[in-house]
């Protein structure tokens, strides 16, 4: 993980309540201490069972689990989600459940509502090796060990706006939110409503912003939910934010808790 400097109007956070999974440490199961199955890290689904029949999974997405400590996050083949893990023993259970809401294929919205439903199904936990397995009466899922992700770099690196946070709340976007912060000290971003510029300076994950501009709105006007947008990039860039880098994505924090969630573009 790299820290350089940090992550919008919102819509509530979709909360699901999760089943607890029981992890089996039999022969050839990893564990940690006290016997519990070890999720630590970033597993990506490659096979899945429920009652409906096998998951198909599209070669264009990716379903994915990221335990770190009491937290848990991952991809749902179209939105977000985010959780809270509690370790017993061998109990493992995943509480507040919660994503984001953007809209996909409609077989893409399929898979994740059959992906979440067999995970707040599931049991029983077991790791062999690279590989995880989740199941229950009528659920299986596997996991695999996925590759550490190489930190983007904070500048330089064209990122993509996906999300917009408030509090616990988390937001999709309209298209057009961009952001570049240029080796020369200056950074522009573009909202989905017009443009944004000025200058910043990054120390240890804390990036102060100076000459701030925020570019006349287009002449055409833009969507109410464009607006918003717009309004909400403008809170967290101006007066500088906290900046998070893991792997391909960064959230940028405001000091008054608004964040925007990007991806390496």
């Excluded at 992890?23 to 689904?45: F, K, M, R």
């Excluded at 599209?58 to 985010?82: E, F």
């Excluded at 059959?114 to 596997?142: C, I, N």
């Excluded at 792997?247 to 940028?252: A, E, I, K, N």
Aim: aromatic letters at 4%.
């Amino acid at each position: 993980m790299a820290t350089a400097g940090a992550r919008s109007p919102a819509v509530a956070l979709a909360t699901l309540a999760l089943a607890a999974l029981v992890g089996c440490g039999g022969a050839g199961t990893t564990v940690a201490d006290g016997g519990s199955p070890d999720l630590e890290g970033g597993w990506q689904l490659v096979s899945g069972q429920d009652a409906e029949g096998t998951l198909d999974l599209p070669a264009d997405r990716v379903v994915t689990l990221v335990v770190k400590g009491a937290d848990a996050s991952g991809t749902s083949a179209c939105n977000l989600y985010g959780a809270t893990v509690a370790v017993d023993g061998r109990s493992v259970s995943f509480r507040q459940i919660g994503g984001t809401e953007m809209a996909c294929e409609p077989q893409v919205m399929e898979l994740e509502r059959r992906y979440l439903a067999a995970l707040s199904a599931t049991d029983l936990g077991e790791r062999s090796g690279d590989l995880l397995t989740l199941s229950g009466a009528q659920t299986t899922l596997v996991f695999e060990r996925d590759a550490p992700a190489v930190d983007a770099d904070l500048v330089g690196t064209p990122w993509v706006l996906e999300s917009l946070v408030d509090g616990q709340s988390v937001s999709s976007t309209v298209p057009g939110g961009r952001l570049v912060l240029r080796e020369d000290g200056t950074f522009v971003a573009s909202t989905g409503c017009g443009d944004l510029l000025g200058s910043f300076q990054a120390d240890d994950g804390t990036v102060t912003v100076s000459g701030f501009v925020d570019e006349p709105v287009p002449a055409e006007p833009c969507s109410e939910q464009a607006t918003a947008q717009r309004e909400h990039v403008v809170d967290v860039l101006r007066d500088g934010f906290e900046a998070r880098v893991d792997g391909d994505r960064l959230t940028l924090t405001s000091a008054q808790g608004l964040g925007l969630g990007f991806r390496a573009g």
